[in-house]
């Protein structure tokens, strides 16, 4: 079974920055599309950014795009988000998943979440 778990969130004021970090148990983390998550309580979880697993291609949603940044380094098994210019609306707890070719799915493997806190 793979274990993702997640660091780097806290409380921060607008404007701030952030790194979240997903380290990721097991051998095979190269082989994973990775991705974070996030979701404000009452609502749907919705979908931040991904990046493949060489590393080449990124993907964002529109409300984080020049602000937000995935990155991995396989050798470490982890996977980043770099959160700039943030705002109150980015409060939330985050989520990575990572997608396991073997399995086949979609968002195989999650997280517990990391909250991330934005003040005004």
């Known amino acids: 079974q793979v274990r993702l778990v997640e660091s780097g969130g806290g409380l921060v004021q607008a404007g701030g920055s952030l790194r979240l970090s997903c380290a990721a148990s097991g051998r095979t983390f190269s082989t994973y599309r990775m991705s974070w998550f996030r979701q404000v309580p009452g609502k749907a979880r919705e979908f931040v950014a991904a990046?493949?697993?060489?590393?080449?291609?990124?993907y964002y949603a529109d409300f984080v795009k020049g602000r937000f940044t995935i990155s991995r380094d396989n050798a470490k098994n982890t996977v980043y988000l770099q959160m700039n210019s943030l705002s109150p609306e980015d409060t939330a707890v985050y989520y990575c998943?990572?997608?396991?070719?073997?399995?086949?799915?979609?968002?195989?493997?999650w997280g517990q979440g990391t909250q991330v806190t934005v003040s005004s």
């Open positions: 998943a990572a997608d396991d070719p073997v399995v086949g799915g979609l968002y195989d493997y």
């Open positions: 990046i493949s697993r060489s590393v080449d291609t990124t």
